[in-house]
Structures are given as C-alpha cells and as structure tokens.
C-alpha cells in the first residue's frame, strides 16, 4: 500500500499532464459539494485517487480494460478508506451509463482507441444534462511529448494516432453533442519542454544506455527537480501558443 502511494505521488511529482489536470479538476470541484464521476479508462488509478481527495463527496465510477490493473486499484482503495470508489473492467467503447454523471475524466487514453468517437458518444451519453468532460490528450503534428510508445506509463497500450488537430477535436466533440468550453495546449515549446527533458528526456536516454546510471540519473534528478517543477508551474499558468497536449474542457447542454 505504501508502494503505491509512492507510485502516485511519483507520477504526479514527474509528469506535466498531471499538474494540468490537478489545477482543473480542483477548479471544477469549487462548483458545487455533490458529484458523480465517471473516469473514463482508469489505468493506474493515480487520477481516480487523487479525484477521491479533491471531491470527497463524490461517488466515482472508473472502468478501464485492465483486469489486473482493476484489481489492484479495488484493493487499494480499499485499504485506504476511500470507500466512494468502484473500479470495474470495461471496454470504453460500449460502456455506457445513460444519464449517470456530473464529471467524466479521460487522461491520455484517447491516442490508444481507434474508436474514439464512439467513445465521446458514451460519454455524452452518461453524462447528465449540464454534465462536464475533461480530457487530456497529445496534439497532432506538433512535436507531443515523446515517451516511448512501450512505455510503462501507457494506460492502455499503442498509440492509435498521433494526436487531434484542434478543428478534429473540436468536430468530434460536437458530433458527439458536446459543447466546447475551453481547449488549451499544455507541454508548451519553452516551460514545458523544459521539464520535459529534464525529467523524461534526458533519464531515459542515461538509462538506455545502462541501468546502473541510475546511480547518477537519481542525485541528478533530484537535483535539478525544483528547476523542473516551477517550469511545470508556469506551463500550467501561462498561454501556449505551441504545445505538445490538449486540456479540453465540454459540458453536455
């Protein structure tokens, strides 16, 4: 349990999409004390936790296709009292919950379906009226953030496209019945790369050529991860003309 904890806290410190969705999801969690909410492909369970906090009067409903990763998320949640909490194995692409929730979250999951759009329709679909959808995804033809696509960190397994383009994303959203609120480009070219290299880039590469670097990769990182976090900071306040991610914010009318 406290391995997992630390896994968390980990990915939370290290990767920007994370720092992007924190500053949101409590900025929607002000709204209003009675939520529903809908994570919609779960993975790690990392955001589904950290929702537990930010909205603790929420019931939160997360599916993902993992049954292993299902299972150790139900056991940890568990044993850490967060009792508002079910994870179920489900496949976004026909799961649906007609009229079920408040918020729906998808965090880098989207890049991994083919079937997108089908997806955004069951989310639209069990979203209440006036329901909010959060979602974190690479931009296409920009220079996305490039962890390698066997990554550990992958939710869900090989991407299926790049990314969107913003007239594609904005499209598919108002297919599915969505209205837009706000789209902003996280991992700009300046703060956000930045951080990038320092904390994915650069470890990787030392890593690539021997796991005992490890041995420098961790002072190192350490060292330089104050740097990071303010570049982190900044690319979540300021206006990315250019930028690697998408943060898109559509609310069911």
Known sequence: MPGRRLFYTALGALFLRTWHAKKELKRIAKQRDKWDIYDAGSGYGQYTYMMGKYFPNASIHAVDVKEEEVEACNWFTQHVGQKNTEFIVGDLVTHRKPDSFDLALSVDVMEHILEDEEVFANVFAS?????????????????????????????IGEH?????TEE?????MARAGFVVEKMKRTYGPV????AWWILQRIPMQLLTVSKLLAVLVIPLMILLYPFAALAMWLDTIVHNGKGGG????AKKP
């Open 191 to 194: 703060f956000g790369k930045f």
């Open 246 to 249: 998408w943060l898109l914010l």
């Open 168 to 172: 594609e994303f904005r499209e598919k």
């Open 160 to 164: 299926v496209r790049e990314g969107y």
């Open 127 to 155: 979203l209440r009226s006036g329901g909010l959808f959060l979602v974190l995804t690479p931009i296409a033809n920009h220079a996305h953030e490039p962890v390698p696509e066997d990554a550990s960190f992958s939710a």
